[in-house]
């Protein structure tokens, strides 16, 4: 198990990449390539939406479609299914609001948690992000979550940046502070063509993220 920390998304989010740079063995997705660390656990003190090296090199429109997978009420024709939908309508329940009821009833609970996988689903894709889990502590909302899988260059980024969003949500309508942000990444990889521009972002801080994801990805999702 490697475990990082950092004060913000940015700082997380290169850590992450230098540990899989530096530390992943090799493995493959299908018919491509990817370094992989077994086992990431990252803790992010200040988990702010508007990380500004986050939008200073992130992919804007990777971040914008991110942002609208994980809102209310939008469906995505691309897509099998929207985060958005498993939290906010999973097999119509709104765990959100579930949460939020919880956490209210019991402030002290330790079980506001909630799954976003559908128990027995044989689909092709399964959603990365399986579970959240919400607690308050000495006034603030820390927020945990688990990742089977998390493609670290090309999208944890975006995944951190639509849970800071979702932690600030939250923690407005409990009427609480943002406390920190920590979660476990069961496979953190990187994939083969996006190691160049990995290092070089590492190196330089200022290399621009362009989303190849659905042109070199695996050849199951290959536009």
């Not at 607690?135 to 999208?155: C, M, V």
């Not at 980024?157 to 609480?176: P, S, T």
């Amino acid at each position: 198990m490697i475990s990082l920390t950092s004060n913000t998304l940015g700082e997380i989010w290169l850590s992450s990449i230098q540990s899989v740079l530096e530390q992943g063995q090799p493995h493959f997705d299908e018919d491509v390539g990817i370094r992989e660390v077994i086992g990431l656990s990252i803790e992010v003190a200040s988990p702010s939406p508007e990380d500004k090296f986050i939008y200073s090199v992130g992919d804007p429109k990777v971040i914008a479609k991110m942002l609208r997978k994980f809102s209310k009420g939008v469906v995505m024709e691309d897509r099998p299914f929207t985060y958005g939908q498993l939290i906010y309508d999973m097999n119509g329940v709104d765990q959100f609001e579930w949460m939020v009821d919880r956490l209210r009833r019991k402030p002290e609970t330790k079980s506001a948690s909630i799954s976003l996988l559908r128990p027995g689903s044989n689909d092709f894709n399964l959603p990365c992000l399986s579970v959240l889990d919400a607690k308050i502590r000495l006034g603030a909302l820390p927020l945990q979550f688990f990742f089977r899988s998390q493609n670290i260059f090309g999208r944890q980024y975006a995944n951190l940046l639509a849970l800071a969003e979702l932690h600030k949500a939250l923690a407005c309508r409990l009427n609480c502070g943002v406390g920190g942000m920590k979660g476990l990444i069961a496979s953190a990889h990187i994939y083969d063509y996006d190691l160049e521009s990995a290092h070089s972002l590492v190196e330089t801080l200022s290399t621009k993220v362009t989303d190849q994801y659905y042109s070199l990805g695996p050849a199951s999702i290959r536009k």
